[in-house]
């Protein structure tokens, strides 16, 4: 993993198993029930970016965990990229999959695929269910993104959203949503297309996904919200920097997915409560506007601003050098956080667009006629090292790279 893929075994670990005897060390750092199915007790840490814990009379020997799952994307894949030819625990469609990748005194080492799913049980489908999870996956995938009118494709992803959630319910919608999402920004993206090609060629795909980034234009930042709590997602931290930097960022998780959307957005100095009201249209836009203006909304035509996933920050930094992708200057350099972007794809840029912004005297003509002829940056792929299971964000930092990735700004820096 560390030589092909730039990313520590760690962040792929799905759980371990222990003994009662090992247990009172994780609770005494905050470890906690988490009431799935299975049939051993299970341990989770709410509050930071680790292992769960499986309990059983036989979960470890001195100490020595007995069992130790790894989670890619698609077990299907792993198991043919190992040649392991090894029988598959759960159908598929099953929402929990496994498979025995080798064993050695006793210590058995598995990978396991989830599909919205955080219990434990391998259970036989229902019938019909795998035509209905492929066609609730064709609804994402084909889902029309360009509209004149953009209130018209925000209608048509709600109900798309609406048709899927009937479907396979808001969890498998979810997942299979996000999904697409990151193929969507893949293909518009060639450090992601790279990278995804590293990882798959040990069958993990982007098992590794830390956050998903989607900025929105203040006309749509409602919408999104509504669009994410239909999921299941819960609002975490809200960052506000609007009299700092002129953008705010709502952070969601969903738990029953793992999945974590940054939203952000350009704010207003005395917009606090931004995540709970319709926010009007205004002026002079600020980065993650404009940004919004040039290419559309993260939500609608444009796709996800970028994909940060968890790796070892400068293995993958200097793997990435050799393959001609540049990594900016690091935004977060701490111990515990360690981010920083890849160069930005540059993408094309509508002449309606910028005489959209260029009428509504948001850009000037000198800007206009730059914007028509070089384009402007598009996406990234952003390079993130946790350590100590730390689970959040470093505002300052964000509001450093916000600046940085203007689409008026200078040519970024390169580490």
């Known amino acids: 993993m560390s030589q092909d893929t730039g990313t520590d075994f760690f962040e792929w670990v799905d759980y371990i198993t222990l003994t009662s005897d090992d247990l009172p060390e994780f609770q005494n750092v905050g470890f906690v029930p988490d009431h799935v199915e299975s049939e051993s007790d299970v341990y989770y840490h709410p509050k930071a970016i680790l292992p769960r814990v499986l309990v059983r009379k036989d979960g470890s020997k001195e100490g020595v965990p007995m ?21 598959i625990q ?41 035509e209905t999870l492929i066609h609730v996956k064709e609804l994402w995938r084909t889902r029309k993104r360009f509209f004149p009118d953009e209130t018209k494709a925000v209608a ?19 997942e299979l949503f996000f999904t697409e999402e990151r193929s969507y920004w893949e293909i518009r993206n060639r450090a992601g297309q790279l990278q995804k090609r590293r990882q798959d060629s040990l069958g ?13 234009s203040r006309r749509f930042f ?33 738990c029953t997915t793992g999945i974590t959307v940054f939203a952000d957005v350009d704010l207003m100095p005395e917009e ?18 404009l940004w919004c203006g040039l ?55 509508s002449d309606a667009r ?37 689970k959040g964000f470093n505002q300052r930092s964000v509001s450093i790279i916000i600046e940085a990735t203007n689409p008026l700004a200078p040519q970024p820096i390169h580490s």
């Open 67 to 87: 069992v130790l799952a790894i989670r890619p994307e698609s077990i299907v894949d792993f198991a043919a990229r190992h040649n392991l030819g090894v029988e």
């Open 90 to 130: 759960g159908d598929f469609g099953s929402r929990f999959r496994q498979i025995l990748v080798s064993e050695q005194d006793g210590h058995r080492f598995l990978a396991v695929e989830r599909l919205a799913y955080r219990g434990y049980a391998v259970q036989p489908i229902e019938p019909g269910f795998v």
């Open 156 to 174: 048509h992803a709600f109900e798309l959203q609406k048709q899927a959630i009937q479907s396979v319910g808001p969890d498998i919608a979810c």
């Open 204 to 216: 993990l795909g982007w098992g590794n996904h830390d956050h998903h980034t989607f900025r929105c």
């Open 222 to 254: 409602s919408d999104l919200m509504e669009f994410l709590l239909g999921f299941g997602f819960e609002k975490r931290e809200r960052y506000y920097a609007g009299a700092e930097a002129g953008w705010g960022a709502q952070i969601l998780e969903h």
């Open 272 to 289: 606090i409560d931004f995540s709970n009201q319709r926010l009007p249209e205004a002026s002079p836009l600020r980065t993650v506007g």
């Open 295 to 349: 290419h559309g909304d993260s939500f609608l035509q444009a796709g996800m601003h970028h994909l940060e996933a968890r790796f070892d920050f400068s293995l993958l930094r200097d793997q990435l050098a050799n393959d001609g992708v540049k990594t900016m200057k690091p935004f977060s350099d701490f111990e515990f956080l360690k981010q920083a972007f890849t160069e930005g794809e540059r993408w094309s840029v």
């Open 354 to 390: 910028v005489d959209a912004l260029l009428n509504k005297k948001l850009i000037t003509e000198e800007q206009a006629a730059k914007f028509k002829r070089d384009g402007a940056i598009g996406s990234h792929l952003e390079n993130l090292q946790r350590k100590g299971g730390f």
